[in-house]
């Protein structure tokens, strides 16, 4: 069976602690607290990685770049990311589009959607206008609630290039 479309689900969850960067999407929000991690914790990138190497069948993140790897330490999530692109077009697939929800009563979401939209399109060597990102509370409710945590949930949709 050949498809000319595939589909990916991301999916990432990173508890947040005082006095780390707070970066999500690529981009560093304004906030006291941040994700913490073996690389730079950024859940969004995370979610979005496995999201496109799901929907190329091509294993996970966690797969290709362990977080046992010393060299991981503090890695830059773009750069992670980038590379997992790179595997995703090699195997002739295009972007679609992305949709990403990001809860968390962390850091607010809302006034940096557009940017983390462009960051994250970038990436992927496509258009701001093919990645939507939106936030949500968690009702209080929940290990992550009062800010101690973000999860994160990616839907891809590529297409052959
Ligand atoms: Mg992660």
């Known amino acids: 069976m050949t498809l000319d479309l595939r ?9 947040l602690a005082p006095g780390r960067p707070c970066i999500l999407g690529g981009i560093e929000l304004p906030h006291d607290a941040g ?3 073996h690389s730079d914790g950024d859940a969004v990138l995370h979610a979005v990685a496995d999201a496109v190497l799901g929907a190329a069948g091509l294993d996970d993140l ?3 770049f362990p977080d046992t790897d010393p060299n991981g ?3 830059d999530s773009r750069a ?5 692109w790179g595997r995703v077009r090699e195997a002739g697939w295009a972007l679609g589009n992305l949709d990403v929800v990001i809860a968390t009563e962390g850091p607010r979401i809302a ?3 557009a940017a983390m939209r462009a960051s994250i399109a ?3 060597e496509g258009q701001p206008e093919q990645v939507n990102v939106k936030g949500k509370s968690l009702e ?12 994160v949930q990616v839907v891809a949709l590529l297409r052959r290039a």
């Open 140 to 151: 209080g409710m929940g290990a992550l609630a009062g800010g101690a945590g973000v999860a």
């Open 7 to 15: 589909i990916g689900l991301g999916f990432d969850l990173h508890r």
């Open 73 to 75: 330490e503090g890695a």
């Open 122 to 124: 970038a990436l992927l």
């Open 35 to 37: 994700p913490v991690g």
């Open 111 to 113: 006034p940096h959607r």
């Open 62 to 64: 966690g797969t290709l």
């Open 80 to 84: 992670l990311l980038a590379s997992c």
